[in-house]
């Protein structure tokens, strides 16, 4: 009977011999303990400038022409640091008088490239605004140029009409032609 289990066994014993061995693992050192209450830092994020900037400049594009006025002969008293220049450019962009809106990309162009370490989180939104300043002078100037072009052609077509009814006018009084 033995004789019989010997070929199932034989099997199985060369697979046990050519089994790997796992190697044996160290444990695990504990975890350390969590920290307590006390030795818990808080971590703050830097501040954000920008943000309460385009807060500030959706809040002044609400305002009237007065009240804009107003913040700006605020903004006057202030020291001139890199965060108030750019208040009063935004200012100036959007009271339109004249030559603000160069005024504006000056001051805009003066933020983003101030060397001071406080302008340093000002500079990509200042380049964006004086881009934004320089697009809206474009756009400006090409209104007006189209303002001129269409009260030249206007005028021309007054004056087109005029000779039209000089015209009329000098046909009616030629004497009608005999019809054959």
């Known amino acids: 009977?033995?004789?019989?289990?010997?070929?199932?066994?034989?099997?199985?014993?060369l697979l046990g011999a050519c089994a790997q061995r796992q190697p044996v693992t160290a444990p695990l050192p504990p975890l350390p303990p969590p920290p307590s209450p006390a030795q818990l830092t808080l971590v703050v994020a830097p501040q954000d400038e920008v943000?309460?900037?385009?807060?500030?400049?959706?809040?002044?594009r609400r305002m009237t022409q007065g009240e804009?006025?107003?913040?700006?002969?605020?903004?006057?008293?202030?020291?001139?640091?890199?965060?108030?220049?750019?208040?009063?450019?935004m200012v100036l962009?959007?009271?339109?008088?004249?030559g603000d809106l160069a005024r504006a990309q000056a001051q805009f162009e003066v933020?983003?490239?101030?060397?001071?370490?406080?302008a340093q989180g000002l500079r990509q939104l200042a380049q964006m605004l004086s881009a934004q300043c320089a697009d809206t002078?474009?756009?400006?100037?090409?209104?007006?140029?189209?303002?001129?072009?269409?009260?030249?052609?206007?005028?021309?077509?007054?004056?087109?009409n005029e000779t039209l009814e000089a015209l009329k006018e000098i046909e009616r009084g030629l004497?009608?032609?005999?019809?054959?």
């Open 111 to 118: 933020v983003a490239s101030a060397p001071e370490p406080e």
């Open 137 to 160: 002078r474009r756009l400006l100037d090409d209104s007006e140029r189209l303002r001129a072009q269409l009260k030249d052609n206007q005028r021309k077509n007054e004056q087109l």
């Open 51 to 60: 943000t309460p900037l385009l807060a500030y400049h959706q809040s002044l």
């Open 68 to 89: 804009l006025l107003k913040e700006l002969s605020n903004l006057a008293q202030l020291p001139k640091t890199p965060k108030a220049q750019l208040q009063s450019a």
């Open 93 to 98: 962009s959007l009271t339109r008088g004249n």
């Open 1 to 13: 009977m033995t004789i019989k289990f010997l070929p199932l066994l034989l099997p199985l014993l």
């Open 175 to 180: 004497p009608a032609r005999a019809s054959k």
